[in-house]
């Protein structure tokens, strides 16, 4: 079945970066995208950016411009988001989920990684 | 940016109910809304893409609707299952907005 495995729960210091990763299985990877949205403790949701599998294109919030990379590895059908310059706001719950192209909904989301920014 | 504006953002409703959330768009987004149900503690889950179109495995009981700026999910006959928040996305334009969310909570 289709399913987003992302790596595990990171504690971070203001001003580090942090690296999470989403990896697919159960379909053919290349053959859509990966958007990456993220949830702060007891808030909505909010679009970081997406890329496409196949070619590495990225579109990114205008707000995580200068401070967000998204990358893939199609060797392991991984994806890679890393999160620079790291602040307290940054503190949230980060998913990734397979961007379906066309109507650009996503259909299926990852697990979910915490990330904890504390001094 | 599109802003989302859903409303209510909290509703009381009992088993059987027939509920409707509203989401609205600050500028047309020509049907790209999904409509998402969030557990606690849990990933979104799909339930409408396209504004209409219902995901294979999602109870019939519930349905999109909609164009333009304004849209709508209903979700018919509630089931103890349906409590949870609710979030409408639209994806016309980047960056991808979400509605504030609506809170179903059982009366």
């Known amino acids: 079945q289709v399913q987003l495995v992302q790596s595990g729960a990171e504690v971070k210091k203001p001003g580090a970066s942090v690296q999470v990763s989403c990896k697919a299985s159960?379909?053919?990877?290349?053959?859509?995208?990966i958007s990456w949205v993220r949830q702060a403790p007891g808030q909505g949701l909010e679009w970081m950016g997406w890329?496409?599998?196949?070619?590495?294109?990225?579109n990114y919030a205008q707000k995580f411009l200068g401070r967000i990379l998204v990358t893939k590895d199609r060797s392991s059908d991984t994806i890679h988001m890393e999160l620079r310059g790291l602040k307290s706001d940054d503190t949230a719950v980060y998913f990734c989920?397979?961007?379906?192209?066309?109507?650009?909904?996503?259909?299926?989301w990852g697990t979910g990684t915490t990330v904890s920014v504390s001094s | 940016d599109i802003q989302m504006t859903q409303s209510p953002s909290s509703l009381t409703a009992s088993v059987g109910d027939k509920v409707t959330i509203i989401c609205r768009a600050s500028?047309?987004?020509?049907?790209?809304l999904s409509w998402f149900q969030q557990k606690s503690g849990m990933a979104p889950k799909l339930l409408v893409y396209?504004?209409?179109t219902l995901r294979n495995e999602v109870p019939s009981r519930f349905s999109g609707g909609g164009s333009g700026t304004s849209f709508t999910l209903t979700i018919t006959s509630l089931q103890p299952e349906d409590f949870a928040t609710y979030f409408c996305?639209?994806?016309?334009?980047?960056?991808?907005?979400f509605g504030q969310g609506t809170k179903l909570e059982i009366k």
């Open positions: 989920a397979r961007l379906v192209w066309g109507y650009y909904y996503m259909d299926v």
């Open positions: 159960g379909y053919a990877f290349t053959n859509y995208g």
């Open positions: 890329i496409d599998s196949y070619n590495g294109n990225v």
């Open positions: 500028q047309n987004i020509d049907g790209r």
């Open positions: 396209a504004a209409s």
């Open positions: 996305h639209q994806s016309h334009s980047a960056p991808y907005t």
